[in-house]
């Protein structure tokens, strides 16, 4: 009996021993028959790949492309040079501290434009007071801006008090390591006026050396550029020589900033760039003004600013307007000017406090809205030029933003009394305004 079940059994064993491969546990966790099955999926995904989806993964790809192209009228080498935008955003990052209580975001702003276009401003708020907490961030297009502004306005008097200005908390100086290396020979120049164009810039610094390049960062909407750019220079030295001699340099009644460059990359093409752009739907045509200030420029850079800056004074005047020689000696002018000076107002330095600019804007206001108030401490020379009259020491400029506004300002002002003393004012010319005040820090701007 044992032996016919042994028999019987036989047959089912060889049957059974028909799928045993089909079970069999491989090494990847899989039986045979699920890895014929994955074997099978993954060769009819890759039929896909080749046939239907094709076409969806081309498109998909040049539209990455096309979202990753700048656009033509793009001056900024690190970006160009594919350098990563997160860390290009850092370098461009600087912290603004001890900011007035009054000012706003669009104050900040204004006064950090001269050094490049500003692409954010951010302050924190008091969520109790609804008011900014005395600091915040101001963002550059480039990285450049941002070093400007750093050099230039970190201590500075704005609004009754001294700026605190530096790099963010997550600045990281090793960032920098992949960028670029800045060409020796390229210069970064901003707050350049809009009737200044790019030929007009460039022979300005060519007395300094043969120039290779002049682009400025153009505005499409406008058609105009945005006030800052990069001027490249065939050798080292005249680079060196520009950047010194040219920053605070005043331009078309701007005081030129000037630095050498901080990350390298391709320039663009700047303004040529907008010749292949569909036409705009309106142009608009300004004039332009130079002088100097600070370092001395070439003679032949001075010459092109003073027949610039005459042209545009004619043009402003309506006549041939005298140049200025003497920028050190507060000296009356009869031309229109949006300036005012104030003389006798205190007795001398000891009597300056934070509140006395702003008590100028707040009488000043009643004639027209003021676009900066300046407490100017008086040189040595400037005293003696004025026969070290009583009250010379110290002047007070009111910047109005309309010529209309400074002359009745002017009829305000003159022989009123003012804390026991009666002030003298007159109009200023405006390009010496701008070289006088040129190193005050007590600025106060509404």
Not at 184 to 213: D, M, T
Not at 317 to 322: D, F, I, P, R
């Amino acid at each position: 009996m044992s032996t016919q079940h042994s028999t019987e059994q036989e047959p089912q064993a060889v049957a059974e021993g028909g799928n045993v491969a089909a079970d069999v546990v491989l090494p990847n966790g899989l039986t045979q028959a699920q890895q014929d099955c994955l074997d099978r999926a993954l060769a009819y995904a890759r039929e896909l790949q080749q046939t239907v989806f094709k076409d969806i993964l081309e498109e998909e790809k040049q539209r990455s492309e096309e979202e990753r192209k700048l656009p033509a009228c793009t001056v900024n080498p690190g970006l160009m040079a594919g350098v990563d935008m997160r860390n290009l955003s850092v370098m461009s990052r600087l912290y603004v501290g001890s900011i007035n209580f009054e000012l706003t975001e669009e104050h900040i702003q204004r006064v950090f434009s001269e050094f490049g276009s500003v692409s954010s401003v951010s302050m924190a708020k008091d969520p109790a007071t609804g008011r900014h907490k005395g600091f915040g961030f101001v963002e550059y297009d480039v990285p450049e801006a941002a070093t400007l502004a750093m050099e230039a306005m970190n201590g500075v008097m704005v609004g009754g008090r001294q700026l605190k200005i530096g790099r963010p908390n997550n600045y990281n100086l090793a960032v920098t390591q992949g960028f670029p290396a800045p060409p020796s020979e390229r210069i970064y120049v901003a707050n350049v006026n809009e009737a200044i164009s790019e030929e007009v810039l460039r022979e300005i610094f060519a007395p300094f050396g043969e120039v290779k390049a002049c682009v400025l960062s153009a505005d499409v909407a406008t058609r105009k550029h945005r006030g800052w750019g990069f001027i490249e220079f065939a050798e080292t030295t005249p680079a060196d020589q520009a950047a010194v001699a040219m920053n605070g340099f005043s331009l078309g009644n701007l005081t030129l900033r000037v630095r050498k460059c901080v990350v390298g990359g391709p320039l663009g093409e700047g303004m040529a760039a907008l010749g292949s752009l569909p036409p705009p739907s309106s142009d608009a045509a300004t004039g332009s003004n130079i002088s100097q200030t600070g370092p001395r420029p070439p003679q032949q850079v001075i010459d092109v600013a003073a027949s610039i800056n005459m042209s545009i004074n004619e043009a402003a005047a309506g006549g041939s307007v005298a140049q200025p020689t003497a920028p050190q000696v507060i000296q009356k002018t009869t031309v229109a000017s949006p300036v005012v000076v104030l003389e006798n107002v205190v007795g001398g330095r000891s009597e300056v406090d934070d509140e006395l600019a702003a008590d100028m804007e707040g009488e000043g206001s009643k004639c027209g809205e003021i676009a900066k108030v300046v407490v100017h401490f008086a040189s040595e020379e400037e005293i003696q030029a004025a026969g070290g009259a009583e009250g010379s020491e110290v002047s007070i400029f009111l910047q109005f933003k309309a010529a209309e506004s400074a002359v009745r300002a002017v009829e305000l002002f003159d022989g009123r009394w003012f804390a026991g003393r009666q002030v003298a004012a007159s109009l200023f010319d405006y390009e010496r305004y701008r070289m006088v005040t040129s190193s005050d820090t007590m600025v106060y701007i509404p």
